[in-house]
């Protein structure tokens, strides 16, 4: 089952999202229900299973974060999450999804690519990581 976030989900978020390799921090989290943000749950049971974060300006959404329990990974959610909102921007009349994820992503990026999205772009070391930095691969989904 999926739900729309509100600001009293924030540890919610934050248990799933303290297992990613580069967590937000809740001051992060929190930020992102400001207007404009679209924050889904997704449930299985009573237990909170992953995430996504989106914005939309004008007609253009982009995807800030997606986030799924580790041992709940390979079980298809991520996917009911990309559906989600990839369902959401086409109801909403947007004409393109971005996104941008770290090239080393290499798990992210194939959900991303079945999900329909292509690579459209590369920020050269944009990301800080363990060892130095890396690259963002901008991707998007074209709906027009
Ligand atoms: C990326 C993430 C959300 C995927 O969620 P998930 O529920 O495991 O994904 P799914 O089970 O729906 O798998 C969807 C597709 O992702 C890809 N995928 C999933 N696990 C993978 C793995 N271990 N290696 C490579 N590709 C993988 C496959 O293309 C898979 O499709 P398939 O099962 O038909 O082959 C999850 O791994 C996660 O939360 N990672 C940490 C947070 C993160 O990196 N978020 C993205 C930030 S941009």
């Not at 914005?55 to 997606?66: A, P």
């Not at 194939?110 to 991707?139: I, N, P, T």
Request: proline share 1%.
């Amino acid at each position: 089952m999926l739900s729309t976030a509100s600001k009293a989900d924030l540890s919610l978020l934050a248990h799933v999202e303290a297992s990613q390799h580069y967590p937000w921090t809740d001051n992060q989290l929190a930020s992102c229900f400001d207007s404009g943000y679209r924050v889904r749950l997704l449930w299985q049971d009573d237990e909170v299973v992953g995430f996504s974060i989106c914005q939309r300006v004008l007609d253009e959404s982009t995807l800030f974060n997606l986030c799924v329990l580790p041992q709940c990974r390979g079980l298809g959610y991520g996917k009911v999450l990309m559906a989600d909102l990839i369902e959401d921007a086409k109801a909403a009349s947007d004409s393109v999804i971005f996104l941008e994820v770290r090239a080393s992503n290499q798990t992210a990026i194939g959900l991303y690519l079945k999900s329909g999205f292509s690579e459209v772009g590369r920020r050269k070391g944009y990301y800080r990581c363990h060892d130095g930095r890396e690259d963002a691969v901008v991707m998007a989904l074209s709906l027009s």
